[in-house]
């Protein structure tokens, strides 16, 4: 973190994820993720306050983000039942 924070604005330690390697399964999210938004014109943020808006266009992202999260987590649990997440690191004050 540039400015060196360990907390965010309300007082709770800020943790990053434990790897910082690039690999497939990044490489991939961050495709399925960029193809997402060029398809719909929405990124996650601008989605939700677009559907607040009752745009029918970001009802249908959301509803597609929403069911791709799902299974993400139902393919995470098969792959490694009752494994933990890797712990998050906290970030070092400097």
């Known amino acids: 973190m540039a400015a060196g924070f360990a907390t965010v604005l309300i007082g709770i ?3 990053l994820p434990a790897t910082r390697g690039i690999d497939a399964r990044l490489l991939g999210g961050s495709a399925l993720f960029g193809i997402g ?3 719909a014109g929405f990124c996650p943020g601008p989605a939700l306050v677009a559907l607040g808006m009752g745009l029918t ?3 249908t992202f959301v509803a597609a983000m ?3 999260m799902l299974v993400f ?3 995470q ?5 009752g494994a933990a997440p890797p712990e998050p690191r906290p970030i070092a004050d400097d």
């Open 37 to 39: 938004w060029g398809l």
């Open 77 to 81: 649990r098969r792959q490694a039942p």
């Open 66 to 68: 929403l069911v791709g």
């Open 13 to 15: 330690e800020m943790k």
């Open 57 to 59: 266009k970001a009802l």
């Open 73 to 75: 987590e139902l393919l």
